[in-house]
């Protein structure tokens, strides 16, 4: 095997998208790419656990801990330079990036959103939040959509979306717990695998 497309993955809690990342890279779903760093907005994060079960290194990078959003972004760009960083994945991570650091990495930051994007999305629509209002609206179907990450939240070109039905007897949590598990562990390592094989060129 060639050389292979290096990940950072950067999460903010229970880190099960991460883990379904790995797990692929074990079932050699995941073959043209390899997860290199763990970058966790929270030192307490579940995900943090998994990462260092998995034997990885993880940067805790928080946003507290910096003056100004330019040093902050300055901890990222330097963690993604150290590692040598192709690709950029958002699993649960809780934070916005910053334009200044988004605009660096064009087409090479993706995210992975529970919801049918444009529906149940942008400003507002995180965690549960996104399961109330497809709950609350009675939609019939719901899903889950992995886009790549620019300054518009939830905005950038979509590159892969799956749907799972919505019950009438469903509460938030089933609907969240279907996407997740039907939809999120599923579609986002392949996605991450087509857009590895792209970087890595075969
Ligand atoms: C997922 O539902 C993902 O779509 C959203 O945040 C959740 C993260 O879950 N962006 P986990 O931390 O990967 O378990």
């Known amino acids: 095997m060639k050389k292979k497309a290096r990940i ?6 229970n880190g099960s998208n991460l883990q379904a990342i790995l797990d692929a890279t074990r079932k050699q779903v995941l073959r043209h790419g390899q997860v290199e760093l ?11 656990v998994r990462a260092r079960q998995a034997g990885l290194p993880v940067a805790i990078i928080r946003g507290k801990d910096y003056a100004t959003q330019d040093e902050y972004d300055n901890a990222l760009i330097r963690a ?12 649960g991570y809780m934070n916005i990036l910053s334009a200044r650091f988004v605009s660096q990495y064009p087409q090479r930051i993706v995210n992975i959103h529970p919801s049918l ?7 507002g629509y995180y965690g549960i939040k996104v399961h109330q209002a497809v709950v609350a609206a009675g939609v019939k179907i719901s899903g889950a959509t992995v886009y790549y990450v620019t300054d518009v ?3 950038g070109k979509i590159l892969a979306q799956e749907v799972v039905p919505v019950y009438d007897t469903d509460r938030p949590e089933d609907v969240q717990h279907r996407v997740l598990t039907q939809v999120e562990h599923v579609l986002y390592p392949r996605v991450i695998e087509r857009l590895s094989e792209e970087i890595v060129g075969n």
């Open 117 to 123: 994007i444009p529906a149940f999305s942008g400003k």
């Open 8 to 13: 950072a993955v950067f999460i903010s809690g």
């Open 80 to 91: 993604m330079g150290d590692y040598r960083i192709d690709l950029i994945v958002l699993a």
């Open 153 to 155: 939240c939830d905005g």
């Open 38 to 48: 763990v970058v966790s907005s929270n030192a307490d994060a579940y995900g943090v």
